[in-house]
């Protein structure tokens, strides 16, 4: 990544910007190969189930803490029962990078101390219908980091899954970062593009996204 001021960046909804082209060919190489052990386990990277009796097209795993709906713990209750991975220095060390480059403010991640790590996989069929990230008690950003095939990511407003809402193709390499007024609004992702991705990252096909977020659970 480079350093502040020189990297194309738009700000999407006050609080949310897009910085495309983030992350270097090599640190894509390097997250794609820690998130395949990250999926391996302790907690295997699995589609979750809905209350309603679905399950999710994205595959997920989470890092320092499991999410499950609609709530974090320690432990993949709902999947094997073992601890989740610890959360890396390294990688809360991205995310206040991360944070310093989207909001072009040097002291933009001072405090800030990432401590879940949501991975999520998609396929070429597999999308995430509008939420919001609210169960961490914390008002802290998002930091977003995305590989592989591109998708659409819906970005709406913090009232409702409708509009208004814009539409940001994310790309491999691509940082997304919501925080501010548009920490809790509603996003989605309707639609990946298989084929998009260069295998380079070592990700044959599909998409990885990587949420960063501050839980503010003990
Ligand atoms: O895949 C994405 O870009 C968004 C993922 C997301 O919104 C989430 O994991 O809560
Ligand atoms: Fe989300």
Redesign the pocket.
């Known amino acids: 990544m480079s350093g502040l001021f020189s990297l194309p960046r738009e700000e999407v909804a006050p609080g949310a910007v897009h910085v495309p082209g983030w992350l270097s060919a090599e640190q894509q190489r390097e997250l794609v190969v820690v998130c395949r052990e990250w999926a391996r386990g302790p907690v295997p990277i699995r589609r979750t189930k809905l209350p309603g009796g679905g399950v999710m097209s994205?595959r997920?795993v989470g890092v320092g803490w499991h999410w499950q709906p609609y709530r974090y713990s320690r432990t993949a209750d709902d999947v094997n029962g073992a601890r989740v991975a610890a959360f890396p220095d390294w990688l809360a060390d991205l995310g206040r990078r991360a944070l310093v480059d989207a909001y072009l403010d040097e002291h933009a991640a001072d405090g800030y101390a990432p401590d879940a790590g949501?991975i999520?996989f998609?396929g070429g069929d597999a999308r995430?219908g509008m939420?919001q990230?609210r169960e961490e008690r914390s008002g802290a950003p998002v930091v977003?980091l995305?590989i592989g095939d591109s998708?659409v990511?819906r970005f709406g407003n913090t009232e409702n899954r409708g509009r208004p809402y814009r539409d940001v193709e994310?790309g491999s390499g691509d940082l997304?970062v919501f925080g501010g007024p548009s920490r809790f609004a509603y996003?989605?992702?309707p639609k990946v593009r298989p084929g998009t991705g260069d295998p380079a990252t070592g990700l044959a096909g599909g998409?990885l996204?990587i949420?960063l977020r501050v839980t503010g659970l003990g």
Do not use: E
């Open positions: 994205v997920s949501l999520n998609y995430m939420h990230d977003s995305s998708c990511f994310l997304f996003h989605g992702v998409r996204n949420t």
